[in-house]
């Protein structure tokens, strides 16, 4: 089965590896059968499949069912320097192995990030049932086979440079579940369930891009074959953000115009702005709480030790310093109902430094959304909560603030959060309009129709053959 594997780290010269990976490979395609879409297994889906780095091959379309699907293993190309360029190892060359006194950390790491890849997955499982489009139900699966094809990256890493520890961690990625009571995944924005396609759109919008900071950050790393996996990741995973975003977007626009003729949104099965901007809060909170502690002894750590650095530490002018030692982060912190500031070192603060860069670049969508509402001539606007906001890991984690960050009062804060966050009754009113839209071309009431097709096809293309 291994030559099925499409992959540029020569696997046929390592025997012992590639026994590993086929052990591991039927309890992958069980897994995927188990908590892969549900009811679409055997129908031909037109994706796009990495064959290798070149411009044709990462990129080759076809039908194909889902678990016969070509996941692959691939560095990205060579980086620019070969020597460390940040923390305390700086001139030092990159590492091929695993060096002893950091292999914790680096399976930490790498576990963590390959813990997401399946949660999504099964996060995302039921959502083909009520796709708004034959369009956006290939985009789904197309985000599903490449955050698997993401799993196999990471479990590559832990067969290849981890041993017995590595394949057991392997095992069970495999063996958690999204929401699962006892077994849950790693990460709580991972547990979260997506019952709707506003969820997908806003999970694909603020979460999948949580995933390219915490990529580009390790993209940074000293471990060379953990940085370049990563690399060719961001490939795939700027297509999930656009999948998001652009949604998003769709659904302002279907709600704008509704809006400007003098409907109600309700009265026809979409989707109120204020029940958005609720998802919105809900969503990218969860994210926040991705980045970790903005205060915080581990990322002092994967920095000082070169694990892991900041948002394009080599390139961006911003880090003249890439030893940070002397450095100061200024952070606001919530005490007694009052925003106070107080510095913290720099190597302690990389991992607020990395949400201050998220934060920047989710704007940019905002701004792409309330453009669709200024030129429908709306009043409204879309706005991204503070980091202050509706956490639960970190400097403000439980603090009582509105969206924008101030602090209230906790009764205040618990009778208004109905007002904030969705309720109940808001996601079944979002589940009541999912209507499933199967037809070649056609779109469901509550979005606008995509702006193009995908892989050079008209938005008319059957994207999908169903058995």
């Not at 969503?283 to 750590?301: I, K, M, P, R």
Request: hydrophobic share 35%.
């Amino acid at each position: 089965m291994l030559d099925t594997i499409p992959n540029n780290v020569n696997l046929e010269e390592d025997p012992k590896l590639q026994r590993a990976l086929l052990r591991w490979q039927p309890d992958f395609l069980s897994w995927w059968r188990e908590m892969g879409p549900e009811g679409f297994q055997e129908d031909r889906v037109f994706l796009r499949t990495a064959v290798g780095l070149g411009a044709g091959d990462w990129a080759v379309y076809d039908y194909v069912k889902m678990p016969d699907y070509r996941w692959g293993i691939f560095l990205g190309h060579p980086r620019k320097k070969d020597t460390i360029y940040f923390g305390d190892h700086i001139g030092e060359k990159l590492w091929e192995q695993v060096p002893g006194e950091h292999r914790k950390e680096l399976r930490r790491l790498i576990v963590t990030q390959g813990d997401t890849e399946p949660a999504s997955v099964e996060q995302q499982r039921l959502l083909g049932k009520s796709a708004p489009s034959l369009l956006d139900l290939r985009n789904l699966f197309q985000v599903n086979v490449e955050e698997a094809r993401h799993l196999w990256a990471m479990v590559y890493l832990l067969h290849r440079h981890f041993g017995k520890d590595g394949r057991d961690e392997a095992e069970e990625m495999l063996a958690r579940r999204s929401g699962h009571p006892d077994h849950p995944r790693i990460l709580q924005a991972f547990n979260k369930p997506q019952t709707d396609w506003l969820a997908f759109y806003c999970f694909t919008m603020f979460t999948d891009r949580d995933g390219k900071y915490q990529l580009c950050s390790l993209s940074e790393s000293a471990f060379d074959p953990l940085a370049r996996t990563t690399q060719f990741m961001l490939m795939e995973e700027a297509f999930h953000m656009s999948v998001g975003e652009t949604g998003l977007q769709r659904v302002v626009r279907r709600t704008s115009e509704l809006m400007r003729e003098g409907k109600d949104p309700r009265s026809v099965g979409a989707i109120p702005l204020e029940i958005v901007q609720k998802y919105i809060n809900e969503w990218a909170t969860a994210s926040y709480d991705l980045f970790g502690g903005e205060d915080s002894s581990n990322a002092a750590t994967y920095f000082a030790s070169g694990l892991k650095g900041r948002y394009n530490e080599i390139d961006d002018k911003r880090f003249g310093d890439h030893v940070a030692l002397d450095a100061a982060y200024d952070l606001a912190l919530v005490e007694s109902g009052q925003v106070k500031h107080k510095e913290i070192p720099l190597r302690r603060a990389m991992n607020a430094v990395l949400l201050d860069d998220y934060v920047e670049d989710c704007q940019r969508g905002l701004a792409r959304w309330n453009k669709v509402l200024e030129e429908a001539g709306l009043p409204e606007r879309l706005t991204l909560p503070s980091t202050r906001f509706n956490r639960h890991v970190g400097a403000y984690a439980e603090a009582p603030t509105d969206p924008q960050g101030n602090p209230v009062d906790p009764a205040e804060h618990a009778r208004k959060l109905k007002d904030w966050l969705p309720t109940a009754a808001d996601k079944e009113y979002v589940r009541s309009c999912m209507i499933p839209v199967y037809e070649p071309g056609k779109v469901a009431g509550w979005v606008a129709p995509p702006t193009r097709g995908f892989g050079g096809k008209p938005l008319e293309f059957e994207y999908v053959l169903f058995h």
